[in-house]
């Protein structure tokens, strides 16, 4: 019997991840690096994502502190990695407004960095031909696609044409043997859904009550979902989305 035998392992694979410097982001990077991974972090905060890389286990990881909501902050990403196993487009922005209040700087806010900038990332790596032959890419979509919650709608609208464009992604780029997948969180004890202080902590409580497992869920959770699909474990799979949300899809 072979005890070093892990069909989970990350051991030899690089990994790109955006949106590293806190929550799921900052949660995978460890996990993967624990996996036996080689990092690359990116964010926008400097600070953070230097704390996130001083957490990493091994050695040879490296950082690039870049705002990739713009067409130049992506390029300049591109052009500073060498080619990748994996890629997670996880970066992200939220806000919670009621359909009259939505802004048009809200808008363009949103869709550059949910929409925009995972796309012109993808579209980057593969036209420079920086993912490998064989190579998994994850996008962080929400079940929001499914769950209805008012003054949700804005967040929701980008998480679905990102899991539509995963989806036209995995189609043509089967080819090049890379596959593309989303993981599709509840609601996740992370800044951006928790810190914002902008519920009391009993509306924060029925909230959870609507989990069929009575609890929000860690970034630790999601991150070993996306080890998983970065696996070899999970090669005859590509185009699925993975509702990671504790049972709460199950109960509108």
């Not at 924060?204 to 860690?218: A, C, D, I, S, V």
């Amino acid at each position: 019997m072979d005890t070093n035998y892990n069909p989970y392992s990350l051991s030899g694979k690089t990994i790109l991840i955006t949106g590293a410097s806190s929550g799921i982001g900052k949660a995978t990077a460890i996990e993967c690096s624990r996996m036996g991974a080689q990092l690359i972090i990116t964010g926008r905060n400097e600070e953070r994502l230097q704390q996130t890389f001083d957490s990493l286990a091994g050695e040879g990881h490296q950082q690039i502190a870049v705002d990739i909501s713009n067409a130049d902050g992506v390029l300049r990403l591109v052009d500073g990695v060498s080619a990748v196993d994996c890629l997670f487009n996880n970066a992200g922005v939220s806000t919670t407004k009621p359909i009259g209040f939505i802004a048009e700087n809200e808008i363009e806010r949103l869709f550059d960095t949910n929409v925009k900038a995972p796309i012109l990332l993808t579209n980057m790596m593969v036209k420079k031909k920086k993912i490998n032959k064989g190579g998994s890419v994850v996008f962080t979509s929400s079940i929001g696609r499914y769950v209805v919650t008012p003054g949700n709608n804005l967040y929701a609208a980008t998480k679905g044409a990102l899991s539509a464009f995963m989806k036209g992604a995995a189609v043509e780029l089967a080819s090049k043997k890379i596959r593309c997948n989303a993981v599709l969180p509840g609601m996740i004890e992370t800044p951006i859904m928790t810190g914002k202080g902008s519920i009391s902590e009993e509306q924060w409580e029925l909230n959870k009550q609507r989990y069929p497992l009575k609890r929000f869920g860690t970034p630790e959770e999601v991150a070993w979902l996306v080890i998983y699909l970065f696996s070899d474990a999970s090669q005859f799979i590509t185009g699925s989305e993975f509702v990671i949300d504790g049972g709460r899809s199950l109960s509108i």
